[in-house]
């Protein structure tokens, strides 16, 4: 598959070295598909387009700020690039929101694994420009937003609005890319990028630097100011001592961040999932401090969609371990399934150690089993997950992550990323 894979990227994009192909692991892409109802679809966009709606309300931006570290309590302007919300789906085929990433990996893999498999995107009108255009969205929207702070800030003196740019340059930023998983596709995103006109650099964040003017280049390249900058770091806030620069120029408005601190705390940050767990309950307007109701409406309308999440305490402890088996356990700062627990397998001495570290105890909804056939491959059963992506309130594309045991971890035979048929 990965080679069939390759070759298909590499036509539309010739400059892929051919050494690259090795790069894709060979438990990444998965030889089958998941075929589920279209009402999922409708479930998933209704959903997020009511999370983003609260999203955008100053009363819970107001909430969440006050918490929020000092990273996050700035508004950029701009939203976040290729954010997902990750379900499972349970026995009565309703979407358990899991969590929500506001740097997914695969959105632009994806988009090419179908066409590679011969099958229809599964939002028919997401288009690689589209993609394109949002890189350029999120750059006009930081711009405008940057540009009234000045004004106010009385710096800058003019009426006139700042012309968009339709050509950037970009650095794609992770520690130590070229050893992460998904290094190919951050090569893609280089390949992509570049053939909409955009200048793309890959880099770790320790090799950003700050000039004089406050401008940020590539250390040994102060001939090449960067304009944005796609962060796949899983430093969400910008506290590690790798991203200080990244957070300086962050905070000084010398780029654009996306994703970026503000928008993670709003929808991304795991304290969200126990905020709009509890929202379902009797004291929802206080916890959330909604004054608009139709918003705490369509909350409800949703209430089978969340998980119940509390923070796992010296106070609930008792409660949390004699229920067990009935959570998944996992840190609110960690991402994927980095160190994450089930229940019903954790030691007391772990769980112990666990009680007041960040915590969280999240209602356990089993991941959907299924036995997968293709052409040439022995019947496989399998888990899956559903990713759906998303650019503010609207799905652009939507994969299943196939697998074995209790956590993703691509390293399935047969397993890893596939496509999605909904009929």
Known sequence: MKTRYFSFVQSLYPNLADRSVELISDNLLSPFHVELPHSLLHQAQSLIQTLYQLRETQAYQTHVSAEAPLSAKKNPGNKSLCMSYDFHLDSEGCLKLIEVNTNASFLLMSYFLYQVRDLSQPISYFSLNELNQNFLE??????????????????????????????????????????????????????FLQSFGHTVVIADPTELALTSEGQITLQGFSHLPIDFVYNRTTDFYLEDFTTQTLAMAYQNNSLTLSPNPHEYSLLADKKRLIEWSLA???????????????????????KNHFLKAILLTEENKDFIWSNKKKFFIKPLSSFGSKGSYRGEGISRT????????????????????????????????LKYDLRFYAYKNQVQSVVARLYQGQLTNLKTPHGGFAPVIFK
């Open 138 to 191: 999120e750059h006009s929207l930081h711009q405008s937003n940057n540009q009234k702070f000045h004004q106010n800030q009385w710096t800058q003196k003019t009426d006139d609005p700042l012309k968009p740019k339709k050509h950037l340059s970009i650095a794609i930023i992770d520690e130590a890319p070229q050893l992460q998983k998904l290094y190919f596709e951050f090569l893609l995103y280089q390949q």
């Open 280 to 302: 379902l309950e009797t004291e929802a307007q206080r916890i959330l401090d909604i004054n608009t109701p139709s918003i705490g409406e369509q909350l409800k309308l949703h």
């Open 350 to 381: 772990l769980f112990n150690q666990l009680v007041g570290k960040n915590f969280l105890a999240q209602e356990f909804c089993p991941a959907p089993e299924h036995v997968f056939t293709a052409k040439n491959i022995e019947p496989t059963k």
